[in-house]
T-cell receptor, first 116, second 113 residues
Framework: NAGVTQTPKFRVLKTGQSMTLLCAQD?????MYWYRQDPGMGLRLIHY???????AKGEVPDGYNVSRLKKQNFLLGLESAAPSQTSVYFC???????????????FGPGTRLTVL | AQSVTQPDIHITVSEGASLELRCNYS??????LFWYVQSPGQGLQLLLK??????LVQGIKGFEAEFKRSQSSFNLRKPSVHWSDAAEYFC???????????FGTGTRLKVLA
């Protein structure tokens, strides 16, 4: 199993450009998440999905959109990139709600995005 | 409000020395607690987790953590640190029954040879 994979690994954008980050998981997990990681701020949740066809806002959703058309994929879109979106983006998946011996989050390797 | 605090931003230890990384949480119900490690340029890897039962939890790479409900703490320990342990460590709490995981701001560990 590949686990959680992210594409691309690195990207440099100019202000105003758009791009899509792809997350894929092969564990048949229901829940998927997008986080951003900034120095001294830990991980902050951008959007999440509780199943195919569903999405919801996290704590920092502004400037981002997401889609979950297939259970295994969770896409994060930036329609008009801004320098404040320079960050490392992590995707994660989990089998279900927090709690229980088997539920935990599995993380992808991250995408490092720079917006000039 | 639910929160996780890691009071130490940076910690430096000598190789072979013992290590304790602190984590305090604020959560109304029984917490579901995690420690993750992030090596430079990598994603987060789960070290260990606590959901119930024995309050001393063993994890991978020789790490352990102790849940102390009275102190709202879940400190990570290792008796003898190796140079390869240099990384950033994150404590997290899962809000039981929800989608939500709350992360601390991380502790960066430096290991001196």
């Amino acid at each position: 199993n590949a686990g959680v994979t992210q594409t691309p690994k690195f990207r440099v954008l100019k202000t105003g450009q758009s791009m899509t980050l792809l997350c894929a998981q092969d564990m048949n997990h229901e829940y998927m998440y997008w986080y951003r990681q900034d120095p001294g701020m830990g991980l902050r949740l951008i959007h999440y999905s509780v199943g195919e066809g569903t999405t919801a806002k996290g704590e920092v959703p502004d400037g981002y959109n997401v889609s979950r058309l297939k259970k295994q994929n969770f896409l994060l879109g930036l329609e008009s990139a801004a320098p404040s979106q320079t960050s490392v983006y992590f995707c994660a998946s989990s089998p279900g709600l927090a709690g229980g011996s088997s539920n935990e989050q599995f993380f992808g390797p991250g995408t490092r995005l720079t917006v000039l | 409000a639910q929160s996780v605090t890691q009071p130490d931003i940076h910690i430096t230890v000598s190789e072979g020395a013992s290590l304790e990384l602190r984590c305090n949480y604020s959560y109304g119900a029984t917490p579901y607690l995690f420690w993750y490690v992030q090596s430079p340029g990598q994603g987060l890897q789960l070290l260990l987790k606590y959901f119930s039962g024995d309050t001393l939890v063993q994890g991978i790479k020789g790490f352990e953590a102790e849940f102390k409900r009275s102190q709202s703490s879940f400190n990570l320990r290792k008796p003898s640190v190796h140079w390869s342990d240099a990384a950033e460590y994150f404590c997290a709490v899962g809000a039981t029954g929800t989608y939500k995981y709350i992360f601390g701001t991380g502790t960066r560990l430096k290991v001196l040879a």
